[in-house]
């Protein structure tokens, strides 16, 4: 998916890079943490003190998320990551618990 997304967003064309990826496995679960792309920034810039890479900018950041939204896949679980930490594993570990509970 984040192969999709990222390439994508430097105008790849997604649907060829879904073909040409159709050999990987269909993974049981991808998560995909969402937030304000602001709130994003914010964390590099302030909380660690770094500067944006290329991957990061904010024009670049719109384009992968409008692509990830776009993504259709049964595999996909969105987790609001612009929560508290604590909150970000609560719905974590809902979401995963009951797939690990499968292969046990």
């Given amino acids: 998916c984040s192969t999709i997304a990222y390439q994508g967003a ?3 064309d997604t649907d060829l890079i879904f073909t040409k990826n159709e ?6 679960l991808a998560l995909l943490f969402q937030a304000p792309i602001a709130t994003g ?3 590099i810039t302030t909380g660690r003190g770094e500067k944006l890479n290329d991957f ?3 024009d670049y950041l719109h384009k ?9 896949f049964p ?3 969105h987790i ?4 508290s930490i604590a909150e970000v594993q609560k719905d974590v570990f809902q979401i ?7 292969y046990l």
């Avoid at 609001?80 to 929560?83: D, E, G, H, T």
């Fill in 23 to 28: 050999f990987a496995p269909t993974p049981d």
């Fill in 64 to 72: 992968v998320a409008t692509i990830f939204q776009e993504m259709n």
């Fill in 10 to 12: 430097a105008g790849m």
């Fill in 96 to 102: 995963v618990h009951p797939l690990l509970h499968r």
């Fill in 75 to 77: 595999c996909i679980q």
């Fill in 56 to 58: 990061e900018k904010e």
């Fill in 41 to 43: 920034v914010e964390r």
């Fill in 80 to 83: 609001n990551a612009a929560q």
